[in-house]
């Protein structure tokens, strides 16, 4: 199975985009995308969301390696770097055990407006 960092650099390659393009149409610098896909940094769940619009590929597999089998791909987003909004850089382990995976299935399974509200929640929690 192929890692986070592999799977955002072919699915950016496959879309013929340039690191620099693809910085620019997710709003962030090209240093961070080269971090990203090198495997020096790991994009914020926010930003796994953004990337998979932008690439028109499915988060969950963005994130796990395994795509979903009955749901189709995402549609590319037509956002514009300046409707995008980001929330702290989180950090994903370099390998998920299985209940991680679940995790985020279930995760990317929900709406935008639920994903928002878990998100909120655990903020609320840690405060």
């Given at each position: 199975?192929?890692?986070?960092h592999e799977r955002i650099t072919?699915?950016?390659?496959?879309?013929?985009?340039?690191?620099?393009?693809?910085?620019?149409?997710?709003?962030?610098?090209?240093?961070?995308?080269?971090?990203?896909?090198?495997?020096?940094?790991?994009?914020?769940?926010?930003?796994?969301?953004?990337?998979?619009?932008?690439?028109?590929?499915?988060?969950?597999?963005?994130?796990?390696?395994?795509?979903?089998?009955?749901?189709?791909?995402?549609?590319?987003?037509?956002?514009?770097?300046?409707?995008?909004?980001?929330e702290p850089r989180a950090?994903?382990?370099?390998?998920?055990?299985?209940?991680?995976?679940?995790?985020?299935?279930?995760?990317?399974?929900?709406?935008?407006?639920?994903?928002?509200?878990?998100?909120?929640?655990?903020?609320?929690?840690?405060?």
């Open positions: 199975m192929s890692s986070l072919q699915a950016r390659k496959e879309r013929h985009l340039s690191q620099a393009n693809f910085a620019e149409r997710l709003g962030v610098t090209r240093t961070a995308c080269s971090h990203w896909e090198t495997g020096r940094a790991k994009p914020s769940t926010k930003h796994i969301e953004k990337i998979a619009r932008l690439l028109g590929i499915d988060a969950n597999w963005l994130i796990c390696g395994i795509r979903a089998k009955s749901e189709p791909l995402a549609k590319r987003a037509e956002h514009s770097s300046a409707n995008l909004v980001f950090s994903y382990p370099g390998s998920f055990d299985r209940e991680t995976q679940k995790v985020a299935t279930d995760y990317f399974s929900l709406s935008q407006g639920q994903r928002k509200l878990v998100r909120d929640l655990i903020k609320a929690l840690h405060s």
